[in-house]
Each structure stands twice: as structure tokens, then as C-alpha cells.
């Protein structure tokens, strides 16, 4: 078995095939000779997928980023990254390489990638493609502040809701989550300033959150978490963490004083019951979050 496992390890770092595990928090458990190559990675080091890719886009090398606000296109990329069971996508590379990556992923959250050089299609092919995968992501994707929109959410909430009924997966959490006070942020800094916080707020999430966790903006000042497999304890845990952030987080330069909060309401599902109304026992404590003084997390179990 041992000579087995080494002429497995030993094919892994020879094939031109990429190859690399990362686990829930998105970090890099491993990866073969080809991967780290391509994404110039030294051997002894395991970040995570957002510090690759800051790397790849501040020195040019890896990944080719096509965009004129880089932290809106890595906000976006996370909001669907690691989503769905199996998905492909193309990479374009910096060494001219045109790349095919499939991202498997475990019902425990972690995912293998493995990547393959289809720099050999045809151009014409290659915009259609590209093309397609724009305006996809275009319609999951709130343009303000670049994570997930409604209808994106929404579904993974209708999806998580229907496999459990399947016994296709265990019951899973939701929270939603508003800003407070927010027309007053808004009177105060002006609709730029407002958009700021939104976006502030995207960004402290989103550090924050699991891989397989689903984040998006479902309207105005109010966004909902849904966080797979996971139980009341762990859920709150979650968002506690997320509301510890922004009570730290000073998002304007020019008013170091100036802080705001959340109020968040968070739900199990229960079997048998609709998406719709797992939203609306989450957004009942939400209420209660709301009445009982705001900056806080209400839970509900019936």
C-alpha cells in the first residue's frame, strides 16, 4: 500500500495536470508541482485563495485579472466560489496559457481543483465562452457591491431547503442581516457615502464567512447568510463574528470617530417547511434584533 500511495504522489508531481486541495476556510492543504508553478507558489507554502490570487494580480504572474476594480472582482469571485457541488471555469494565464478548472466539492466543504491546458481551442470558441461566462455572472451578481444579488441566494436557499427534505443533506441555518440606522448614514455622507458602508460591509462579511457559505444582498441595506449543514450554535457563532467586525470597522479615513452596527435574525430550517417561510422566521428575529435595541443577534427555533 505504501509503494502504491508513493507512485500516486509521485504521478501527481509529475503530470502537467494541475492539482490542489484546499479546506472550508479555503486555504491550500495541497498542491501539486504543476499547480504551484502555475500560480507561483513555493513549496512550503499553503495560503489561502484570496492571498493567491493578491499575490497573481500585484506581480502580474498566475492569473490574469481583467478588471479596473480589483477588490469588486474578488468580492464577486468569492460570492460564487466553491457554491456548487461541480463547476468548471476557464483561467487565462500570464505565461499565454488558456486553462480548464473544475472545482469538486465535498458535502464537508472541502474542494479539489484540478486543471487542465485547453490553450489549443480555437480563439472564436474561446470569446464565445468567455462571453457566456460574463453575462452569467452578471446576473448573479449585485453591481453595487459585488457579491451575490437576490436571485442568486435565493436559490441556494430553495435548493438547501428542497435537498434536505431528499435527506440529500442535514438542516442548515440562515441569518438576515441589516444595517442600522441606515437612512441616517445616508443623510449624513450622501448616497456615496451609504454605497461605502454597503460595500464596507460586503468586505468584512466576506472575510468572515466559510467557503460554503452563500452571502448576498437581497435589498437596500439588508443581506442573508446561508450557511449549510450547520446547526444553531455554530450558526450563531458565525454571525457574532461578522457583528464583532463592524462594530471594529472605521470605514471612512476622514471620520475615524464615525462607526455603525448591524442587527441580524437567525432561523434553522425545519423540515417539511418552504424557503419562504424559513426567510420569514429568520426576518421575524430579525424584528426582534431591531426592537430589543438594535447591534445585536436574535435566534428563533420554532
Same mark, same amino acid.
Given at each position: 500500500?505504501?509503494?502504491?500511495?508513493?507512485?500516486?504522489?509521485?504521478?501527481?508531481?509529475?503530470?502537467?495536470?494541475?492539482?490542489?486541495?484546499?479546506?472550508?476556510?479555503?486555504?491550500?492543504?495541497?498542491?501539486?508541482?504543476?499547480?504551484?508553478?502555475?500560480?507561483?507558489?513555493?513549496?512550503?507554502?499553503?495560503?489561502?485563495?484570496?492571498?493567491?490570487?493578491?499575490?497573481?494580480?500585484?506581480?502580474?504572474?498566475?492569473? @490574469? $485579472?481583467?478588471?479596473?476594480? %480589483?477588490?469588486?472582482?474578488?468580492?464577486?469571485?468569492?460570492? *460564487?466560489? &466553491?457554491?456548487?457541488?461541480? +463547476?468548471?471555469?476557464?483561467?487565462?494565464?500570464?505565461?499565454?496559457?488558456?486553462?480548464?478548472?473544475?472545482?469538486?466539492?465535498?458535502?464537508?466543504?472541502?474542494?479539489?481543483?484540478?486543471?487542465?491546458?485547453?490553450?489549443?481551442?480555437?480563439?472564436?470558441?474561446?470569446?464565445?465562452?468567455?462571453?457566456?461566462?460574463?453575462?452569467?455572472?452578471?446576473?448573479?451578481?449585485?453591481?453595487?457591491?459585488?457579491?451575490?444579488?437576490?436571485?442568486?441566494?435565493?436559490?441556494?436557499?430553495?435548493?438547501?431547503?428542497?435537498?434536505?427534505?431528499?435527506?440529500?443533506?442535514?438542516?442548515?441555518?440562515?441569518? @438576515? $442581516?441589516?444595517?442600522?440606522? %441606515?437612512?441616517?448614514?445616508?443623510?449624513?455622507?450622501?448616497? *456615496?457615502? &451609504?454605497?461605502?458602508?454597503? +460595500?464596507?460591509?460586503?468586505?468584512?462579511?466576506?472575510?468572515?464567512?466559510?467557503?460554503?457559505?452563500?452571502?448576498?444582498?437581497?435589498?437596500?441595506?439588508?443581506?442573508?447568510?446561508?450557511?449549510?449543514?450547520?446547526?444553531?450554535?455554530?450558526?450563531?457563532?458565525?454571525?457574532?463574528?461578522?457583528?464583532?467586525?463592524?462594530?471594529?470597522?472605521?470605514?471612512?479615513?476622514?471620520?475615524?470617530?464615525?462607526?455603525?452596527?448591524?442587527?441580524?435574525?437567525?432561523?434553522?430550517?425545519?423540515?417539511?417547511?418552504?424557503?419562504?417561510?424559513?426567510?420569514?422566521?429568520?426576518?421575524?428575529?430579525?424584528?426582534?434584533?431591531?426592537?430589543?435595541?438594535?447591534?445585536?443577534?436574535?435566534?428563533?427555533?420554532?
Amino acid at each position: 500500500m505504501d509503494s502504491l500511495l508513493e507512485r500516486v504522489s509521485a504521478l501527481q508531481d509529475f503530470t502537467p495536470v494541475l492539482i490542489a486541495l484546499y479546506d472550508t476556510e479555503d486555504r491550500v492543504r495541497y498542491a501539486n508541482r504543476a499547480f504551484r508553478e502555475a500560480f507561483h507558489l513555493s513549496e512550503d507554502s499553503f495560503p489561502t485563495w484570496v492571498d493567491i490570487i493578491r499575490m497573481n494580480h500585484r506581480d502580474r504572474v498566475g492569473l @490574469i $485579472i481583467n478588471t479596473k476594480d %480589483f477588490e469588486a472582482w474578488l468580492l464577486s469571485a468569492q460570492s *460564487r466560489r &466553491g457554491k456548487q457541488p461541480f +463547476r468548471g471555469l476557464e483561467l487565462d494565464m500570464h505565461d499565454g496559457r488558456w486553462i480548464w478548472m473544475t472545482e469538486t466539492v465535498e458535502t464537508d466543504g472541502w474542494m479539489l481543483c484540478v486543471g487542465s491546458d485547453i490553450t489549443a481551442l480555437r480563439q472564436n470558441q474561446r470569446s464565445l465562452r468567455q462571453d457566456r461566462d460574463l453575462a452569467m455572472r452578471a446576473a448573479q451578481t449585485d453591481e453595487l457591491t459585488g457579491t451575490s444579488n437576490r436571485r442568486f441566494v435565493f436559490a441556494k436557499l430553495a435548493c438547501h431547503a428542497e435537498a434536505v427534505d431528499k435527506e440529500m443533506e442535514t438542516p442548515f441555518g440562515i441569518c @438576515i $442581516i441589516d444595517i442600522d440606522l %441606515f437612512k441616517g448614514i445616508n443623510d449624513r455622507f450622501g448616497h *456615496r457615502g &451609504g454605497d461605502a458602508v454597503l +460595500r464596507d460591509f460586503v468586505k468584512l462579511a466576506h472575510s468572515t464567512i466559510r467557503r460554503p457559505d452563500y452571502f448576498g444582498r437581497i435589498g437596500g441595506e439588508e443581506f442573508m447568510l446561508v450557511m449549510p449543514r450547520t446547526g444553531l450554535d455554530e450558526c450563531v457563532s458565525i454571525v457574532r463574528r461578522i457583528l464583532e467586525k463592524v462594530a471594529e470597522t472605521r470605514p471612512f479615513a476622514d471620520y475615524p470617530d464615525f462607526s455603525y452596527s448591524c442587527s441580524a435574525g437567525v432561523a434553522l430550517y425545519k423540515a417539511g417547511e418552504g424557503a419562504n417561510e424559513l426567510y420569514h422566521r429568520a426576518d421575524r428575529a430579525l424584528y426582534l434584533a431591531k426592537q430589543n435595541g438594535r447591534a445585536r443577534l436574535e435566534s428563533v427555533v420554532e
